[in-house]
């Protein structure tokens, strides 16, 4: 597999019921409908919707949203069509692990936006129950049908007469939406760009495409690097980094006093915060005459 790096250099209650066994899950929502932000604007190109599981026991609230993600497992995401006015794909489960255990409570999760401020709507049904991956029928006899007018709506709204509205959005913050692998994010902003590889940089900014994903920024849209503060600390360098919490890339704030020999780990630096606002890393050496210079970067990798 291949790991890419790139750096950047500083200085100084629902869902229960029987077994459903069956090979498609065909999730839909119905076209031409209205469907609306918590601002009551229309759903729009940045909307993503997963069909997925929750682990374990872990039974999703309005008032244990900040720990969705973590317990979220998606089977398959699609973009919101903002010409048909829906979201609407199919699903056929392989094989059925302890996380996608046959009978599992199935849900439908949509979103925007990072963990600032985002658009959520999470809903599910009774009787959609994770199907059997080699039912013992004949393949196709048993298609499941999951619309989302037939739900019941956790957070958001849904209308089962599409009047005023079939799905409306919440307005979340400070909260961490499902996660976005690198190869999710590629598909959305880099369809058909040449340069569409983790070092690669199309809009000759200076930010490669990797780091693009980990501030949040456009990566075919020339951007000003995002501001990395740097303070003192009882004498010692502390960056904040403000990533997107979401975005599955690995972070390591290194060290160094001369720019070649650079250092990571407990030994030298410790993280003080790592929440949805920033990543906040301090230098455990201190500025003073021995070491009138240090120096931190930031390295990203892909898992």
Request: glycine share 6%; proline share 8%; aromatic share 12%.
């Amino acid at each position: 597999m291949n790991h890419w790096t790139s750096r950047i250099y500083f200085c100084a209650a629902c869902c229960v019921g029987g077994v459903a066994s069956g090979q498609t899950i065909f999730w839909n929502s119905d076209a031409n409908a209205v469907n609306r932000t918590s601002a009551d604007q229309p759903m729009d190109a940045g909307f993503r919707f997963e069909l997925g599981v929750f682990t374990g026991s872990f039974v999703p609230t309005s008032a244990n949203k900040v720990d969705w993600a973590a317990n979220w497992n998606p089977a398959k995401r699609i973009p919101y069509d903002v010409v048909e006015q829906r979201y609407g794909s199919d699903f056929t489960p392989d094989d059925n692990d302890s996380i996608f255990a046959i009978g599992k409570a199935s849900y439908v999760w949509g979103f925007r936006g990072d963990a600032a401020s985002g658009e959520w709507i999470l809903f599910c049904k009774s009787t959609w129950l994770w199907p059997d991956a080699n039912p013992p029928v004949p393949p196709g006899a048993n298609a499941y049908e999951w619309f989302a007018k037939d739900a019941t709506a956790i957070v958001g709204s849904i209308n089962s007469s599409g009047s005023p509205f079939l799905m409306k959005s919440a307005a979340v913050s400070g909260v961490a939406p499902p996660a976005t692998s690198f190869e999710q994010w590629q598909s959305d902003y880099l369809t058909g760009e040449p340069l569409n590889g983790p070092s690669d940089d199309p809009d000759k900014d200076g930010i490669s495409n990797l780091l693009e994903f980990v501030y949040g920024s456009l990566p075919k849209t020339a951007n000003a690097p995002a501001s990395t503060p740097i303070t003192l600390v009882s004498g010692k360098m502390q960056i904040s980094i403000p990533r997107r919490i979401d975005r599955t890339a690995n972070l390591v704030v290194e060290v160094s006093e001369n720019l070649t020999n650079w250092f990571s780990g407990p030994s030298y630096t410790t993280t003080i915060t790592n929440d949805v606002s920033a990543l906040v890393v301090r230098d455990l050496t201190t500025l003073d005459a021995v070491h009138p210079k240090r120096f931190m970067r930031l390295r990203a990798s892909l898992p």
